[in-house]
Every structure is written in structure tokens, then in C-alpha cells.
């Protein structure tokens, strides 16, 4: 399954007193797995960004990349396996026990995002940054499968209007990078919605990424009575 938000900060992140979407949603993987008591869960959490069309390692220790190494160095390959299967080469992936943990790696990551001054925004995001969630299930008797599940959790860079954010040099890049990976993850839903025999996902590395996750889709605005959960048949 995969989640989108738009980048606003108070929906993704939330505040001390009232936890934004996606702390919220880590919580509540956590609540769902205590309360299956057939079933013993394992919990592991990865994040990264799509910055420039380049892919980056949230939870790595080499966080100088941006500023002090060309991209190309950053930048972590896409695999697809025979079976379609999605896996990002040298992706850092770490356990977590409980959903306090999952919120310090969390906020270790975004501290780490790509951001930079706008005339619209004093912290603009200027990539996509993506938490991925695997979720291994494990029944207790002696017959139950085992089952390996993911969720990832895609907070969207802005759309904004290039004139109107003043963007010059890299920061006008920055933002026409993220109107083209938006524009392609338009044309990927899109052609899923209508069931087209060739789906475009390697238009962008965005959509690369997500391949495999996008049969069941919840996209999320800040105000949550436009929730709106879109199914793949």
C-alpha cells in the first residue's frame, strides 16, 4: 500500500501536543500488531528522498552528500526483480520495537531533507521523502504462513508556482524537478485508472520506486474530510 500527503508541514509532522500523519499512522501499526494475539510482528523502517531525480538515504551516516559530493555519488539504484518486485540498492533499514523508536528515526530523517528559502515558504521541501514500513507476520501455531508486507508513506514535495516562489539558479531546478515527477505520477495513475496495457513508471524515479505499491492508494490533503482511497482492481 502506498500513502500520499501534500508537503505541509503541521499534516505530516504535526506538533508536541497533536502527532501529524504519518507519526500517527506508524502508531497505529502498532496498536493494530498488540492486538492480534494469533500473530508475533516485526517492525523495520527505511527513508529516503527523490532529490533532482536522484535518489537519497535518509538514515545513512553519509548526510554531507548534498553539499560536499556530486549527486551521482548519492544516488541509490532501482532494482526490479523478475517477479516486479521493488529494492533499493544500499538502502539503510533499521528495526524498530516500539513506535516511540520509529518516531526518533523519523525525525532523524527529516532533519536531513532537502530544503531552501522561497518567497511562498521559509523551509520549502525541495524533494519527495519517502518512509517505507516492512511488516513481517508470523503466526503463532505451528500451520500459519509467514507474510511480509510493506507501506510506504510519500510525503509529496510542493507544487508551487515558479514565478510566484521568485526561484532562481538551483532552487528553480529544485522546483522544476518536483513538477516533473508530480506530472509523472499523474500520468501513472492515470493510465492505471484506466487499465492501459503500458504504464509509464520510468518517467521518473519517483514512480520507480513505487511500482509494486500502488494498487491501493490513500492520498491525503490536511483537512481529513478529503481523504480520499482510491482501489486498483
Known amino acids: 500500500?502506498?500513502?500520499?500527503?501534500?508537503?505541509?508541514?503541521?499534516?505530516?509532522?504535526?506538533?508536541?501536543?497533536?502527532?501529524?500523519?504519518?507519526?500517527?499512522?506508524?502508531?497505529?501499526?502498532?496498536?493494530?500488531?498488540?492486538?492480534?494475539?494469533?500473530?508475533?510482528?516485526?517492525?523495520?523502517?527505511?527513508?529516503?528522498?527523490?532529490?533532482m531525480g536522484h535518489v537519497r538515504d535518509l538514515l545513512s551516516?553519509?548526510?554531507?552528500?548534498?553539499?560536499?559530493?556530486?549527486?551521482?555519488?548519492?544516488?541509490?539504484?532501482?532494482?526490479?526483480?523478475?517477479?516486479?518486485?521493488?529494492?533499493?540498492?544500499?538502502?539503510s533499514e533499521v528495526?524498530?520495537?516500539?513506535?516511540?523508536?520509529a518516531r526518533w528515526w523519523y525525525n532523524?530523517?527529516?532533519?536531513?531533507?532537502?530544503?531552501?528559502?522561497?518567497?511562498?515558504?521559509q523551509a520549502s521541501s525541495r524533494s519527495h521523502c519517502l518512509t517505507r514500513i516492512n511488516i513481517f507476520r508470523r503466526g503463532d501455531s505451528s500451520e500459519a504462513k509467514s507474510e511480509t508486507s510493506k507501506l510506504w508513506m510519500v510525503d509529496l514535495?510542493?507544487?508551487?508556482?515558479?514565478?510566484?516562489?521568485?526561484?532562481?539558479?538551483l532552487t528553480l531546478d529544485e522546483g522544476c524537478a518536483i513538477n516533473l515527477s508530480l506530472s509523472a505520477l499523474v500520468d501513472v495513475l492515470a493510465a492505471l485508472k484506466r487499465k492501459r496495457?503500458?504504464?509509464?513508471?520510468?518517467?521518473?524515479?519517483?514512480?520507480?520506486?513505487?511500482?509494486?505499491?500502488l494498487g491501493m492508494i490513500l492520498l491525503s490533503s490536511l483537512n481529513c474530510k478529503y481523504n480520499q482511497l482510491l482501489r486498483r482492481k
Open 1 to 51: 500500500m502506498c500513502a500520499f500527503s501534500l508537503m505541509v508541514k503541521s499534516a505530516q509532522d504535526g506538533t508536541n501536543e497533536q502527532l501529524g500523519i504519518i507519526p500517527r499512522a506508524i502508531e497505529e501499526l502498532f496498536r493494530q500488531a498488540l492486538m492480534d494475539v494469533s500473530s508475533s510482528f516485526t517492525f523495520s523502517m527505511s527513508m529516503l528522498e527523490v532529490y
Open 61 to 91: 551516516p553519509r548526510q554531507s552528500c548534498r553539499t560536499h559530493e556530486p549527486l551521482t555519488k548519492c544516488n541509490l539504484n532501482i532494482q526490479t526483480d523478475p517477479k516486479g518486485l521493488v529494492e533499493i540498492e544500499g538502502l
Open 95 to 101: 528495526q524498530i520495537s516500539e513506535s516511540a523508536k
Open 108 to 121: 532523524k530523517g527529516k532533519r536531513f531533507r532537502s530544503t531552501s528559502w522561497t518567497n511562498v515558504n
Open 157 to 169: 514535495g510542493g507544487s508551487e508556482r515558479l514565478l510566484k516562489t521568485g526561484a532562481r539558479g
Open 197 to 213: 496495457c503500458h504504464v509509464p513508471y520510468r518517467n521518473s524515479k519517483l514512480t520507480q520506486l513505487l511500482r509494486d505499491s
